[in-house]
DNA sequence: CCCCATTCTTGATCCAGATCAAAAGGCGGG
DNA sequence: CCCGCCTTTTGATCTGGATCAAGAATGGGG
């Protein structure tokens, strides 16, 4: 029952307790400005979104947002990283996303989340309260427009995914998931290529529907292969991004 | 290469060609106005949307948007049943969903469509030009928070698939996936019980992440335990959904 | 009404990845 | 600097579902 641990430690402090925060930063200086749902919010809009902000900091192993719980808040993710996931009964999970600086939380159209957020790094994120944003949105329909995009942009990424999850093999799938870190960090100005892995093994698994064991083991045949370097932290170095390409695909490049 | 057959099949009469069709259905008199789109649409906005429908007819095996091409038009579902399909470079095939009355086709946020959609029998549906229902949708809130309420559900039920492909076995997946047909045959006013199933063994393969074998055995243990009956046609009786149901949900029910 | 093509079921065997088991790192706390 | 815990790697074995291979329904066209 792998998740019994991250929850023992993260239930101790609720992100909704910490509805003050030390230090409030302005949105004017938000480091996330034009990657996030922000972007093209002229600046009186930003300005009521401002007023009913909060921040939130979170620390690894903090749930965010729990499934089944009402769902009276959204989040923008500033800073750090949190794995999105739903559970089974018997306590097998899948990660639906990783969220990174610039990424939204908290669309779900049903009156309850149906989904768990838990921190994996330190955690920043903006927080709204429900009724408030939507009052918000229906003043704004540029913030509406923006909803959509995100919207569909989840979409096509769940798409994705679900090919991944139903019809790729072990070696294809992880392939896929490093170049897909890799993308996402240049599209919020990181490099390339030493990618850093904020989660752990069990993590990766849960996401990519395999056991630590076996993406362990293809990890390890990559590098054996000249095709990755396992740095010392979290961090991978992509060495043939072009062979890791090829291997995500998978045949048919024939 | 299980899809160049359908392909084959389909690609003699695309979608678009039949711009112009013999009968325009109106929409005061749409059979799924209340569980579509269209739902909570004023008179006035029906009929600007009304202004630029066309109805399209297809049959089964026509291909109405392919992967790759340019996401200039949306659809509403009228009748008949649809499937949503990603391909890999060799011929996997995974299906992301399947679409009956009342549901929405054609959310794309990039300038492309991310996935190609296919008539699994004979096919009514709405279509509209993206640019034209792109300037109502700016003229209607109702319609835009509507659309975004879409996509919201979409997302769920992405995520519930991810969960199934990622997680469960063979039975919980055909089980759940009874189950999803019932309820949403519920949803559209048709029997919990005896459902339809208008796609084929491969199609439910490709949409579970498993073969035609496996989907063939599973249906016959739960025929032979007497869960289900299966019917001539498509169509499959659930003799005890609860049973169904905690087969769905896989042990922990402990 | 029969024929042929397609789909579906059933059986036999195989294998990618799961499970079980244990060693090897890494790292924070004392 | 050492200890103990957690994570990761590696090895051995097992198994659910895939693959390979026939049959048995089904159904539409002539």
Redesign the pocket.
Known sequence: MRHE?SLAGGAKRRASDGKSSAYEPPCGSCEVREIGICDALSSAEIARLEAIKTTTRLRPGDVILREGEPADHLFNVKKGAIKVYKLLADGRCQITSFLFPGDFLGLAHDQNYAFTAEALTDVEACRFARTQYEAVVQACPTLERRLLATASNELVAAQDQMLLLGRK???EKVASFLLMLSKRAVKRGEPASPITLPM???DISDYL?????????V??RLKKSGVIR?L???RIDLLRPSALSDLAAGPGGA
């Open positions: 641990r093999s072990a070696t752990k093994r069990a529907g395999l056991t630590i064991e076996t993406v362990s083991r990890l390890t396992i010392n932290p979290g």
